[in-house]
């Protein structure tokens, strides 16, 4: 019997009718999401089992009544956005919906900082944290989420958007602190178009597929929902991003299927056992009528449940997946997450109340990053950030509610004087003013705030089964240390900020909640170690990978979802790259052909002269030379038009760094163009860049540099391809650009060195079909370039 999927692959036979896909992803979190829409794209047949149910924008809970169905609970007939956990040192709060932990993420997508990808680092209580891959691994996949997820910082200089006070005051107390203050990339669409204003509440444009709800989107109203699910549609959470793309190719999306069990083939792939939920019914899975089970088959089978939803399957699947390692529940961690308030704020200079506004903006907007000893500052400890935390405006009612005895005096007042006046003891005056005194200030949540800690804590903790249920053995005494200085640092912004303080009550109690649970099922470099190794596939059961937050081997410190989606990037292109030996491949869908794209990764450093024109005032001796570099992925996403193009333009995406700038910027938008056509009447060719980012202030820079190849003897070839002058512009310019002549705020020159160049060379990457013969003709017009440049002269000089 062959059961076809709804995308139209046909399956393959299997036993008792089964339905067999060439691959099942559990999950729709940031590796589930993105794993099915690179495995669609390839043209493998995908289906996605999701146990929650799709939330179109609008169809997030708001009203009482609602909030009150908002949890998930099947046991209890709940099957709500919010899944609440506690355990033994920790609660834990995720997510269920198709689009997982992206419906009530705060939208950062920061990535793991360089330093922190640590190898064999001891812990406090024994053993050691090791990360089998490093970021120059994951820049590419990086870059890759961050296109596709539209990330872009809050825009603090725009219109509208500059009267932000939460985002100014996290600026002004990092100076204060003297830590660094940076506007986080965040998964929020301000601008109704990619080259329009930022403008809030404005109808989008989108892809052409649409999205799967099928529903209009706007751009954010800065009402900080965030958390709670945007019902705008202007945060880009994965079923409006990856999951829209992947049913666009094909992927199966349904809704609904709670995977209970997961074993290996009789002859071989995988065998996934769920129930199935009916969300249209007031009350499913009541007593008296369980859930319908079902099974599915697969060659290759993606768990990505989140970390306590893959780690607890795992568990329940020991016994039928032979030879999992003793890695398996070990390296949970609570990624350091930490919260408290600031309360009150005050001018310092006029003592008058400072508001905040927290419920103005995106959840996040700011971020201040905490130092780490392994960025070379000794005695600074294990880092992480503090960001901004907003909330809905409905909860500073309830907030503003909840202070009973200020309410109640408020109230015995209005009463008194409603009865004086009745009784004729008081003059009549306008029942305005009284109700106004009535409501009150709204002081306490106007000057308040909250502030959300992440760190790099002790992965020590473990999860196992007890009855059935699982367990976290996980307390805060070993990462004591490193959530002390969250919590004292949050202090110190506090007083900068002349503000009251308050713990979250849970602190002092030696209890934590963790929105951000990470490990179970860690990634390490032999089975003795991890679940899975580097790419994430298990050991010893071919074809079987993790793809979420449970294969962490350890916290990445800053928020974890950008870090989750590019490691299953990776896994996806190393899935693809080998898929032929593991089973028939099959031809990518007509209706959306992916082209050759390729990557690669260059790293600059060098210096700068602030105030100078020349670059070459970065080689002379003296003068206020700074130090300048850069990281930058270049991506051509079609060799063949890249090649064909007579300026060869590709684009840009990774960082700048500039103490004079506020330290490293990301790259807003940036080109490349390799051997595009000099000045006008000159022979040489030009490798440019110039790179649009803002500086810590928020102001618009431009780097805009160029390597000249001229036509000389062969002896230029390394000055001419590893220097780098530049020239830094005030404002975003263009190269063509009919503006006036921007204002030149220094110069310098960055140089390749060898030990760069030899990483350069290591991250060269291709996508997509005939992706050898691609490099090959990359490489061959490379080449010839430089043939062209210089070689004549060897002839010269032989007397050719």
């Not at 202007?234 to 999306?253: E, F, I, V």
């Not at 609904?256 to 290996?264: E, K, N, P, T």
């Not at 919590?487 to 929105?515: C, E, F, K």
């Amino acid at each position: 019997m062959t059961v076809r999927t709804t995308s139209g692959t046909p399956a393959r036979p299997a036993q008792s009718g089964t339905e067999h896909v060439d691959v099942v992803v559990v999950g729709s979190g940031f590796g589930g999401s993105v794993a099915a829409c690179r495995l669609a794209e390839a043209g493998l047949s995908v289906v996605v089992l999701e146990r929650g149910r799709r939330y179109p924008p609008g169809g997030f809970a708001r009203t009482p009544t609602e909030i009150n169905r908002a949890f998930w609970d099947p046991g209890a007939g709940l099957y709500g956005l919010f899944d609440v956990w506690s355990f033994r040192g920790c609660d834990a709060v995720v997510a269920s919906g198709l689009g997982g932990g992206s419906l009530i993420f705060a939208n950062v997508l920061l990535r793991k900082d360089e330093h922190w990808f640590v190898q064999e680092q001891p812990l406090p209580g024994g053993g050691h944290e090791t990360w089998p891959v490093g970021r120059a691994d994951l820049e590419p996949h990086y870059d890759a989420v961050e296109r596709m997820m539209g990330a872009t910082p809050y825009p603090l200089h725009h219109p509208g958007y500059a009267d932000t006070p939460k985002t100014h005051a996290m600026r002004e107390a990092a100076a204060a602190l003297g830590l660094e203050f940076r506007l986080p990339p965040l998964a929020v669409t301000f601008a109704p178009a990619p080259d329009a204003m930022p403008r809030p509440g404005l109808p989008l444009t989108g892809p052409e597929h649409g999205n799967l709800h099928g529903a209009v989107r706007r751009t954010c109203r800065l009402c900080g929902e965030c958390n709670i699910g945007c019902n705008e549609g202007a945060k880009n959470s994965l079923d409006l991003t990856y999951l829209s793309t992947a049913r666009a190719y094909g992927a199966d999306l349904r809704t609904g299927h709670d995977v209970r069990a997961v074993r290996s083939g009789p002859r071989g792939g995988y065998r996934v056992d769920y129930v199935r939920y009916d969300h249209t019914e007031p009350e499913p899975g009541e007593p008296g009528r369980p859930p319908p089970p079902g099974t599915i088959t697969c060659d290759r089978l993606i768990l990505a449940a989140g970390t306590l939803g893959t780690t607890r399957l795992l568990l329940r699947s020991r016994n039928r997946l032979p030879g999992l390692g003793p890695a398996l529940g070990t390296r949970f961690s609570s990624n350091g997450d930490t919260l408290s308030f600031l309360l009150r704020a005050k001018d310092g200079r006029t003592g008058r109340s400072r508001p905040l506004n927290p419920s103005q903006g995106p959840v996040i907007t700011g971020a201040i990053r905490l130092p780490d000893e392994l960025d070379g500052i000794p005695g600074a400890g294990r880092g992480g950030y503090i960001e901004d935390g907003g909330y809905p405006e409905f909860v500073q009612w309830l907030a503003e509610g909840a202070r009973a005895p200020q309410h109640l005096s408020r109230a015995a007042r209005f009463l008194a004087r409603r009865l004086a006046r009745q009784a004729g003891l008081s003059p009549e005056r306008h029942l305005s003013k009284d109700l106004s005194d009535l409501l009150g200030d709204g002081l306490l949540t106007h000057t308040s705030l909250p502030l959300l800690g992440m760190g790099r804590d002790i992965p020590d903790g473990e999860l196992r089964l007890r009855g059935g249920r699982l367990q976290v053995s996980w307390t805060t005494r070993n990462s004591a240390d490193t959530l002390r200085r969250i919590h004292s640092t949050m202090r110190q912004i506090a007083d900068t900020l002349d503000a009251g303080y308050a713990d979250n009550p849970l602190w002092h109690l030696g209890r934590t909640v963790t929105v951000h649970p990470l490990g179970g099922a860690p990634m390490g470099r032999r089975p003795e170690t991890g679940v899975c190794d580097a790419f994430g596939e298990v050991y010893g059961h071919r074809g079987l990978y993790i793809a979420d937050g449970s294969a962490l081997p350890g916290p990445v410190g800053t928020n974890p979802a950008l870090t989750i989606a590019a490691l299953s990037d990776r896994m996806c292109t190393r899935l693809l790259e080998t898929r032929a030996g593991g089973g028939p491949a099959a031809a990518p869908r007509p209706a959306y052909v992916r082209r050759t794209s390729l990557v690669f990764t260059e790293t600059m450093r060098g210096s700068y002269v602030p105030g100078a024109a020349d670059p070459s005032a970065a080689e002379r001796p003296g003068g206020q030379r700074e130090p300048f570099a850069f990281r930058l992925t270049v991506t051509a996403d079609d060799v063949d038009a890249f090649l064909d193009d007579p300026e060869h333009e590709a684009r840009v995406d990774g960082w700048v760094d500039s103490p004079g700038c506020g330290g490293r910027r990301p790259v807003l938008y940036g080109r490349f163009n390799l051997f595009a056509s000099g000045e006008e009447g000159e022979p040489r060719r030009v490798l440019r860049y110039r790179l649009h980012f803002t500086d810590a202030q928020g102001r618009p820079r431009t780097f805009a540099g160029q390597k000249q190849i001229t036509h000389g003897t062969p002896l230029r070839l390394w000055p001419d391809t590893t220097a780098l002058p530049f020239r830094l512009l005030a404002g975003h310019t263009t190269a063509d650009s009919s503006d006036p002549e921007p204002v030149v705020l220094g110069a310098g020159r960055l140089h390749l060195r060898l030990r760069d160049l030899a990483q350069l060379l290591s991250t060269f990457r291709t996508t997509g079909p005939g992706g050898p013969a691609a490099l090959a003709r990359f490489g061959e017009f490379f080449l010839g370039r430089l043939w062209e440049s210089y070689v004549p002269y060897v002839r010269w000089w032989g007397g050719g």
